[in-house]
């Protein structure tokens, strides 16, 4: 127990003389032992590189699960040493509702089949972006993590105790200036011959008495200057090969950089992909559109009833139509199409062709001409020019 409060008491002088040298030094009162510039670029660089690594990090973390919740759940199950539960994608619950909803409409429908492709589309979309989030997690996210909670904790630990022993160093040379100063100001006192004739001569006697002790004083204040300096000087070592090893770091996330931009980009080729694929078997499906180009061809209420167009009527005669004067555009043929009837066109995946519309004609369709060749295009199937 007597252990127990001299330790207490030890160190609760050791931080009050900090806390003196501290305050001391922002008022200007104190002399300050000064880094030298290296090491101080050192410091530098290495907060640069924690307030940097910790930006990447958090705003990483956004970009691999936007939802705050999700995120404080992971951390959570993390902090207990938990395995987290498995997480249903974004991708993958989309595509699960539009399969439902395919199996409401019916699946035979063109509706249905269509949302029977995209949802199936949708589930492998969602399956890459998991095993991406997964990938970037361990190769990018987990060594940041790592710097911060490891390295830079004890980077930071050391740092502490380097101030720590200078302002002990400084506190020394401060008591050891004060020592001199009291000394000097003894032996002055001491030079003087004492005048025997008074009936206190003890003045000199005390004074000899106190230049003794101020003499011992400054002899201890140096001692303890030493040990202060050597503590100093070892930690300050210690911190530097520390600090030295950012460019190791920079080193190692560079290596994880690397890494994460091979998983996003492995992760956008496959959407791509599963995109294009997509689009070819929607290709494959144009009934939807033929069924609403002739639903709306033949709906009745026109306002031009008992006057047909060669476009409104079922027996559309294609070389009655005349492209018009002004109007026309250059398309691009995004998948191939095979053409139901004689009105139609057949096209080829990325051919140029001339497109127009004319009076009557369902927004969902256009005039097609390729050379000699003229029919109906579905206007899906096109990415017109300027």
């Not at 022993?165 to 000097?184: E, M, P, S, Y």
């Not at 005048?195 to 101020?214: C, G, H, I, K, M």
């Not at 005669?317 to 995004?334: H, M, N, W």
Request: hydrophobic letters at 35%.
């Amino acid at each position: 127990m007597d252990f127990n409060v001299k330790k207490l008491a030890t160190g609760a002088g050791l931080f009050f003389t900090r806390a003196v040298q501290f305050t001391e030094e922002k008022l200007g009162q104190a002399e300050k032992t000064e880094l030298d510039a290296h090491f101080e670029n050192l410091m530098s660089r290495a907060d640069c590189t924690k307030n940097w690594t910790e930006k990447i990090y958090r705003q990483t973390e956004v970009l691999l699960q936007p939802n705050p919740s999700a995120r404080i759940e992971e951390f959570l199950y993390e902090k207990l040493d938990m395995k987290a539960p498995s997480r249903v994608t974004n991708g993958e619950l989309l595509g699960q509702y539009m399969e439902d909803a395919a199996k409401e409409f019916g699946p035979g429908t063109p509706y249905g089949s269509t949302l029977v492709k995209v949802g199936e589309c949708e589930r492998r979309l969602g399956a890459a972006e998991r095993e991406f989030i997964q990938t970037s997690a361990i190769s990018f996210l987990s060594p940041l993590r790592n710097f911060l909670e490891g390295d830079w904790r004890t980077i930071s630990k050391e740092r502490r105790l380097l101030e720590n022993l200078r302002l002990d160093l400084d506190a020394c040379k401060t008591r050891l200036k004060k020592a001199k100063v009291a000394d000097a100001k003894a032996a002055c006192e001491g030079e003087v011959a004492p005048d025997f004739q008074e009936t206190r001569p003890r003045n000199y006697v005390l004074s000899a008495s106190a230049s003794a002790l101020w003499t011992e004083e400054v002899e201890k204040a140096e001692q303890e200057l030493r040990v202060a300096q050597t503590e100093f000087d070892r930690q300050s070592e210690v911190t530097q090969l520390l600090l030295e090893g950012i460019s190791s770091t920079h080193v190692n996330h560079l290596r994880c950089l690397h890494e994460f931009v091979e998983a996003q980009a492995a992760y956008y080729k496959q959407c791509h992909l599963h995109m294009q694929e997509l689009q070819r078997e929607l290709g494959r499906l144009p009934n939807a559109f033929t069924l609403n180009s002739a639903h709306a061809m033949a709906a009745p209420g026109s306002a031009s009833d008992g006057v047909s167009s060669p476009v409104e009527t079922d027996t559309l005669k294609i070389e009655e139509v005349q492209a018009p004067a002004t109007g026309t555009r250059k398309a691009k043929v995004l998948y191939d199409y095979d053409a139901a009837d004689s009105s139609e066109l057949s096209l080829l995946a990325d051919e140029l062709i001339t497109v127009y519309t004319v009076p009557g004609m369902d927004s969902d369709w256009l005039i097609g001409e390729r050379g000699n060749q003229k029919g109906k295009v579905p206007v899906t199937y096109l990415e017109l020019l300027s």
